[in-house]
C-alpha cells in the first residue's frame, strides 16, 4: 500500500512518467495481469519503428522483453515473484484502485533470468543485466529492478560475484537507475552480489505494523550493511 509508504509526499502531484520504462530482472512478469497490462511496454508499429521484429512478421507488436531462463522472446512469469515485484512497482491497482505501485504511469519491460523454482545462473543473471544495458535506447529503460541475489546459486563463486557486481555499476554508469534487494538473513553485514555492489542502490525491508504511525522501521527479516 503506497500510503504506508508515503507514495503521494514521494510522488510531489506525479505519479511516475509513462514514457520511463522499468526493467524487471526477475522471473518475467505475468503481462496479463489485470494489474499490469496497462503499464505493458509494446514495441507496436510497423519495423524498423524500434528495430525489432521477434516473430518477422513485419511488425513488432508483441515484444515485452526477454526470457534468459528459455532463451526465448517471451519473458512470461511462471513463478510470480517478478510479477509481484512489478506490481509493486508500476501496478496500476486495477480493477478497485486500492492499490497502486509506486510508480503506476511507468511502463514495464520483463527480463527473465530466473527459472520457475526462482533459481538461476551467474550466466543467465549476466546476461539480462548486459541485455538491459544493450537495449536500454530501443525501450527507454531507465530504471531496472533487481530483487535477488547471491551467494545463493551454489556455482557462483567470487570472482563471479564481482563480475555481477561490476556490472551493477556499469548500468548505473549507463543510465539505468538499478534498484536491488538487500535480502532476508534477518543480520548484518550479510548484503551479498549484485547488492554489494560500489555504486547501485540497495533496499532493505521495511515492517508497517511496528513503530509509530508514520514511522516504517526496518523489518525484522532484512539483510542490513555493511556489505
Known amino acids: 500500500d503506497q500510503r504506508d509508504l508515503d507514495g503521494p509526499e514521494a510522488w510531489g502531484g506525479g505519479t511516475g512518467n509513462e514514457e520511463i520504462v522499468v526493467g524487471i530482472i526477475d522471473t518475467g512478469i505475468d503481462y496479463n495481469h489485470e494489474d499490469l497490462q496497462g503499464n505493458i511496454w509494446t514495441n507496436s508499429g510497423e519495423v ?29 512469469d511462471d513463478n510470480g515473484h517478478g510479477t509481484h515485484c512489478a506490481g509493486i ?23 527473465k533470468v530466473l527459472d520457475e523454482g526462482g533459481s538461476g545462473s ?9 541485455w ?12 531496472a529492478s533487481m ?18 557486481n561490476r556490472m551493477g555499476n556499469e548500468m548505473m554508469r549507463e543510465g539505468v537507475a538499478l534498484f536491488i534487494a538487500a535480502g532476508n538473513s534477518a543480520v548484518t553485514a550479510q548484503i551479498g552480489t549484485p547488492g554489494s555492489a560500489e555504486d547501485v542502490i540497495t533496499v532493505g525491508a521495511l515492517d508497517k505494523n511496528e513503530g509509530d504511525p508514520g514511522e516504517n522501521p526496518i523489518a525484522v527479516y532484512s539483510s542490513q550493511g555493511p556489505t
Open 132 to 143: 538491459t544495458v544493450d537495449h536500454r535506447h530501443d525501450f527507454n529503460i531507465r530504471a
Open 89 to 111: 512497482t508500476a501496478g496500476t491497482g486495477a480493477p478497485d484502485f486500492a492499490y497502486v505501485g509506486v510508480a503506476h504511469q511507468a511502463q514495464l519491460v520483463g527480463v
Open 48 to 76: 524498423p519503428n524500434n528495430g525489432i521484429d521477434d516473430d518477422d512478421n513485419g511488425y513488432v507488436d508483441d515484444y515485452y522483453g526477454y526470457d534468459f531462463a528459455n532463451y526465448d522472446s517471451d519473458p512470461w
Open 122 to 130: 551467474f550466466a543467465t543473471v549476466m546476461a539480462g543485466m548486459e
Open 147 to 164: 530483487s535477488l541475489g547471491g551467494p545463493g546459486a551454489i556455482e557462483w563463486t567470487s570472482s563471479e560475484e564481482e563480475s555481477v
